[in-house]
């Protein structure tokens, strides 16, 4: 029989959204290095959250813990989900790279997939 609250847990998911155009053309960063961001703004969003009921339960759920990596185009709408984030108090972080002063990823804070979910349908999963 399943704990209670298992349930839950289990439909709790980290989102990471980076910039697919770092790793193309005229960027043409490492593939090591885009792959720094998404972890950057994951940590960083953890960090910062790690008070709130939903992150310490997806820390506890240690290898059945699931992040969703999606690709924005480019900052610049990066930089408009993060607004559409801010603007329907959806917890998040935006990893600025520096000294580039680069916005390049943002993470949520754990969450059960359906409250955030219509924030991101329209970005694909990252290739």
Do not use: N
Request: hydrophobic residues 45%; aromatic residues 6%; neutral net charge.
């Amino acid at each position: 029989m399943a704990a209670p609250g298992a349930g839950a847990a289990a439909a709790l998911v980290q989102y990471v959204v980076l910039r697919g155009d770092l790793g193309r053309p005229p960027r043409s960063w490492p593939l090591g290095a885009v792959v720094a961001q998404g972890c950057h703004a994951a940590l960083a969003a953890v960090h910062a959250y790690r008070q709130h009921p939903d992150t310490r339960t997806y820390l506890e759920m240690g290898g059945a813990m699931r992040t969703v990596v999606l690709e924005a185009p480019d900052e610049a709408a990066l930089t408009a989900l993060a607004e559409t984030l801010k603007q329907h108090s959806i917890d998040h972080q935006v990893w600025t790279e520096q000294p580039e002063d680069v916005a390049t990823c943002l993470a949520l804070r754990p969450y059960p997939k359906d409250q955030v979910h219509q924030h991101l349908k329209k970005f694909k999963l990252l290739k």
